[in-house]
């Protein structure tokens, strides 16, 4: 018997879709909150770490990101 691995989509982050479609209602929110969330993924984040990269430099860059997408400007507060 042979043992494959199952797949299944990625579920949709409810609530961080909401909170960008309030912040910015002109962005399409549902791939917006995807490509926010898509450097955390277990995948992406173990590779990372792996690969020396420290925690604190993968937030910085998901909030350089989500700044971005938010406020068109990495420096806004």
């Known amino acids: 018997m042979t043992s494959r691995a199952v797949t299944t989509p990625a579920p949709r982050p409810r609530h961080l879709v909401y909170l960008l479609g309030q912040a ?3 962005l399409d ?7 926010l969330l898509a450097p955390l993924a277990a995948d992406v ?3 990372q770490r792996n ?3 420290e925690p604190e ?21």
Do not use: D, K, M
């Not at 929110?29 to 490509?35: F, N, Q, T």
């Open 57 to 77: 430099r993968i937030a910085s860059s998901v909030e350089l990101l989500a700044r971005q997408f938010l406020t068109g400007s990495p420096a806004a507060g």
């Open 45 to 47: 984040y173990s590779a």
């Open 24 to 26: 910015r209602p002109e």
């Open 29 to 35: 929110a549902v791939p917006l909150a995807h490509a």
């Open 51 to 53: 690969s020396g990269v």
